[in-house]
């Protein structure tokens, strides 16, 4: 407000009067800079709109913001490679809507080695993971772990061990409920984001492999047929359950039952990750009594790709001993004669021929049995 009117006063005022006038004439410079630029952009965005030229100014910006896009994406890496964190933030939606990207040229343009993805549905712990170590030792790339457990479960693997880091987003899965469905789908979509995984394989906590890693492998690369138990059961507890509501898309004659221990490949992946016409059907129409996770996915395939399924798990269990769970054993269990009967008395159809290999995997085993099945696994298993 004084500056300027008093000339005439003592060099110290004048001073003063400058040391306040510098700031405010850059004031001045940089709200014409601003305003500039605002011009600018304002212009250049018109410019686009309206021509769908870009001027330099604009081709400019990039440069101005580095951070954004550092790694280059023009080349098949960026399409091939799997992601680097398997956390992501994801809906369901969305990640089944990314998982259900299918190529339609079959042969890949890459050397490509198939893997087994294995899906470990579980509540939280693996009590047999030093088992399981003992069997992927030595086979990195020819598998790849995902890790479904409760939301709230925190794992603490060291970083080691092959589970470290393969959880991927959770949410409760209750038994028989259509959310154990969802979390089986969620393991599958989250496993067909990495395009070197051929085959799908969901295993539980109480889950051992029955032969070495490459036994294991050679069986499931080598079949014509995924593994899905898919069976016509007339009784109450299988078309029992079927509810006509269902129709015209499902019919009693398609209607399946089956574990839920399946092994897939990435076709019958994609199929089950994308359904949307049966989804609903099973979802309103297999109530709590109906056990949707035991008829949702066999029927699903039953029809939508019957010549591809062998119609029988790779995963034993002990029915054995009556009621409504299989048998569960305990360290006690575990013996020499216990060990021998995991491989024998068996028929069953491979490749259309009669084998006596039936099972890679069995359950259920308590977290009592690891030392001792550590203590047989070389001799009995082969690992
Ligand atoms: C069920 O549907 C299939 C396929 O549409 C059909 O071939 C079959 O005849 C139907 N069965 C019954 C019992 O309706
Ligand atoms: C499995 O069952 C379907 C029908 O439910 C049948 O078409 C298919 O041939 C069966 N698979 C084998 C290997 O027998
Ligand atoms: C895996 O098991 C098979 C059959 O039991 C055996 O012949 C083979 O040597 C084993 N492989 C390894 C790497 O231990």
């Known amino acids: 407000m004084e500056e300027g009117k008093d000339p005439a006063t003592s060099t110290v005022v004048s001073r003063a009067h400058q040391s306040r006038a510098l700031p405010q004439r850059l004031m001045h410079l940089l709200a014409l800079f601003l305003f500039l630029c605002f011009t600018i952009s304002v212009f250049s965005i018109f410019m686009i709109r309206k021509t769908g030229v870009v001027t330099t100014v604009t081709s400019a910006i990039p440069i101005l913001q580095p951070c954004t896009e550092q790694q280059p994406n023009n080349n098949l890496d960026h399409w091939i490679t799997p992601p680097s964190k398997l956390m992501h933030k994801m809906s369901d939606n969305e990640l089944f809507w990314r998982a259900s990207f299918v190529p339609l040229l079959k042969k890949y343009p890459f050397p490509r080695v198939p893997k087994i993805a294995f899906m470990f549905l579980t509540k939280g712990p693996l009590p047999l993971a030093p088992l399981w170590e003992r069997f992927f030792k030595g086979h990195k790339s020819l598998y790849s772990i995902y890790i479904h457990s409760l939301p709230s479960y925190e794992p ?20 028989g409920r259509m959310t154990m469905c969802d979390a089986e789908r969620r393991l599958l979509a989250n496993a ?59 019919n009693i004659s398609q209607w399946r039952k089956g574990s839920q221990w399946f092994e897939v490949n990435r076709n019958l992946a994609s199929i089950i990750i994308s359904d949307v016409t049966y989804y609903p059907k099973f979802l309103e129409f297999c109530r709590p009594a109906c056990y949707v ?85 070389q001799e009995f298993l082969g690992y």
């Open 156 to 175: 603490r693997y060291p970083s080691t061990s092959v589970f470290y880091d393969r959880q991927i987003p959770s949410q409760i899965a209750e038994w």
């Open 192 to 250: 067909l984001l990495d395009i070197s995984n051929e085959y799908f394989v969901l295993v539980s906590e109480s889950c051992i492999p029955l032969y070495n890693f490459t036994v294991t492998y050679r069986y499931i690369s080598s079949s014509k047929y995924s593994f899905m138990g898919a069976f016509d059961d007339p009784g109450p507890f299988g078309r029992g359950r079927y509810n006509p509501e269902m129709l015209p898309e499902v």
């Open 293 to 377: 996770d035991e008829h949702y996915f066999p029927t699903l395939l039953t029809i939508q790709a019957p010549n591809q399924l062998a119609n029988r798990s790779l995963t034993w269990v002990d029915w054995s001993r009556g009621g409504p769970h299989p048998a569960t054993f305990g360290a006690n269990d575990i013996t020499e004669v216990f060990m021998q009967k995991l491989h024998e008395g068996r028929e069953c159809l491979y490749n259309d021929e009669p084998t006596m290999v039936c099972y890679l995997f069995a359950r259920k085993f308590a977290p009592s049995t690891l030392q001792r099945l550590l203590l047989f696994a």
